[in-house]
């Protein structure tokens, strides 16, 4: 052997994790089979092992690589608004819509067929720009309801599994795609103070012409957006088409598009309405009422999402710990990386049975469940705050268990890294998202009552779980002074979060991890930074639920 080529001898690297099923994560398939979709389990196993193949992975290295290009003229000088993407971002759009993880489930009667999507969107982990899209064309379904005529053109094919981009006419397509235009510059969370106008139609019963702009809105080249503006009688929600019944262009300008941390495929991009026309969903004063039938959604799927990329960035350490040795031994048995994975492992199971259990609410919640609906409302608000603040930690301490490796952008860890915060923001950011658990709490009691009565049902098995759900109760139930509580928000809601989380591992998961979590989460036996779980707790069940295709 040469001197040259001895030089390049690769030791102690890790073999790439490819080839595998990304839903073979115990938490994942208990929790679908537990909420009522064990019927979908082959469709979920076909997703999550596309999702494990190199090629579904280089898509979405590639489409994030390569972000989309804003075209706003043609090269004559005409307008054209047009976003281009590399065929990656095509092929993952594709795959998404042809396995029904957008807005297919709103066509499936199947007790579980939100809980099958939840599952899929979960396990299609490969590239989290192009969720964006898949998701709010999910979400559009429940609000464009509220207009009956609309829902019946457009949700056949919203729910169709064929994607055909392009600026067509959406009736001429074979299946459209969705987003939502809310955010306006002086204000994102309070959507009230959004200044966009919105003008009825003279003879066009339901059509309004809209004036204004949009401070974010993704995935513009969607087929149709739905937005809020100000009209006569208040702030109301439309649904405006980008191509109008015909095939002319709908006035709707790209400005540009913006320059992101992280989601980098999915473009997001800062528009104007230049007297737009839009069609009224719901009724004119009551747009937040209808568009939070869309929002519900979307921050379902911030907690799929959060919890999807946990999962991932876990996988990853664990595999690298598998194969990398340190110090004479294999990373995974030295006792203080033990410790870290083992804490990343609770978290990231503590996410995932959690975000099921709220899939198997939305699910019948969607069926008529009230009882559901109403611990989906608070649960979710609370869930939706905790664990999308926990992902972005979780992903920071995934990648340092690769050391180095961890934070070069040939491993993903340091995409999932930059991806998580911001399912954090969007949907209700941190504050806005533990407020909202509060307004729940205050407005509609039948959602503490609901999340009481879910809390009970892990009550005797374990003395640390009893004990913060009595003085959880004595917070929540106590008389309280508004200022005082809204300081304290988000650690009351933090509570309900870690109780919520507690209660369903008691339930459901293996012992050891329950009682991981109960030591450490509510015994508050623990530091605050992750892999300080104390001693004496059985760690090697947990691990064992982190090798991929366990
Ligand atoms: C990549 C990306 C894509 C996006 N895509 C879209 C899209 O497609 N469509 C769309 O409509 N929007 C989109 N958004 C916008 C996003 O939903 C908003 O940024 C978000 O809702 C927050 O609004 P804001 O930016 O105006 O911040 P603000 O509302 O100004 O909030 C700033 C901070 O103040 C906090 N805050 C707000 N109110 C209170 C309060 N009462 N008490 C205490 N704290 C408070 C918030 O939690 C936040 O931390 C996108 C954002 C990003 C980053």
């Known amino acids: 052997m040469s001197s040259m080529s001895s030089t390049h001898e690769v030791l102690n690297q890790v073999p790439p ?17 537990r909420e009522g979709a064990g019927w979908a389990l082959d469709e979920i196993r076909a997703v999550g092992r596309l999702a494990g193949t190199d090629e579904a992975m ?10 989309p ?15 281009e993407y590399v065929p990656a971002y095509h092929q993952l759009m594709q795959t998404a819509v042809a396995h029904g993880i957008h807005a297919a489930p709103w066509a499936d009667d199947r007790p579980g067929a939100h809980v099958a999507r939840a599952a899929k969107f979960y396990a299609w982990n490969v590239d989290a720009g192009h969720g964006c899209p898949i998701s709010m064309t999910y979400a559009v379904v429940p609000a464009l309801r509220a207009n009956p005529e609309l829902a019946a053109r457009f949700e056949p094919l919203l729910t169709n599994r064929e994607y055909d981009f392009g600026l067509r006419d959406p009736e001429t397509k074979r299946g459209l795609i969705a987003g939502m235009s809310m955010t306006e510059k002086q204000g994102g969370s309070d959507v009230r103070a ?40 208040g702030l109301s929600c439309f649904l405006l088409p980008r191509v109008l019944p015909g095939g002319e262009a709908n006035p709707i300008r790209f400005m540009r598009l913006k320059d992101k941390l992280g989601n980098k495929s999915n473009a997001s991009s800062e528009i104007e309405y230049d007297g737009a026309l839009g069609w009224l969903v719901g009724d004119e004063g009551k747009g937040v009422k209808t568009i939070v039938e869309m929002v519900n959604m979307t921050r379902l799927d911030c907690v799929i999402g959060s919890a999807s990329g946990m999962r991932t960035a876990l996988v990853q350490a664990a595999h690298h710990a598998r194969h990398r040795a ?10 203080l990386m033990r410790n870290v994975l083992s804490d990343l492992a609770i978290e990231s199971e503590a996410a995932t049975t959690a975000m099921m259990r709220l899939a198997g609410a939305n699910d019948r919640a969607i069926h008529g ?31 340092e268990c690769l050391g180095g490796n961890g934070y070069i952008e040939d491993f993903d860890l340091a995409r999932i890294y930059r991806e998580l915060p911001l399912l954090s923001i969007w949907e209700g950011s941190g504050n806005v998202a533990a407020l909202d658990a509060l307004r729940a709490i205050g407005r509609e009691p039948a959602s503490l009552d609901a999340f009481f009565a879910e809390a009970e049902l892990a009550v005797g098995a374990d003395p640390r779980y009893d004990d913060a759900l009595t003085s959880l109760k004595k917070e929540l139930t106590q008389p309280y002074d508004v200022v005082d509580i809204e300081l304290r928000a988000r650690r009351l809601v933090e509570q309900i979060a870690v109780v919520f989380q507690a209660g369903l591992l008691i339930r459901h998961a293996s012992p ?39």
């Open 69 to 83: 290009r804003l075209h706003t003229h043609d090269r004559y000088g005409r307008r054209v608004d047009e976003v």
């Open 369 to 399: 469940d009230a009882g559901e609906a109403a611990l989906r409302r608070l649960a979710l608000a609370a869930t939706k705050y905790y664990v999308c603040k926990r992902g972005p930690v979780l992903a920071n301490e995934a990648l």
């Open 194 to 233: 959004n200044t966009t106008t919105a003008t009825p139609v003279a003879g066009e019963p339901g059509a309004y012409r809209i004036v204004g702009h949009k401070w974010f809105t993704s995935a513009p080249m969607s087929d149709m957006f739905l937005t809020l503006a100000q009209a006569p009688g």
């Open 326 to 335: 340190a110090f004479g031994k294999l990373l995974i048995d030295q006792p």
């Open 17 to 33: 994790l490819a080839g595998h099923d990304t839903s073979a994560d115990p938490a994942l398939i208990e929790g679908v089979e």
């Open 58 to 67: 280089d898509w979405g290295r590639l489409a994030e690589r390569v972000p």
């Open 512 to 550: 050891a991890v329950a009682d991981a979590f109960c030591a450490s989460r509510l015994a508050r036996d623990w530091g605050s930074a992750f892999g300080t779980l104390p001693a004496g707790l059985d760690l090697a069940p947990i691990l064992e639920r982190t090798e991929p295709g366990f």
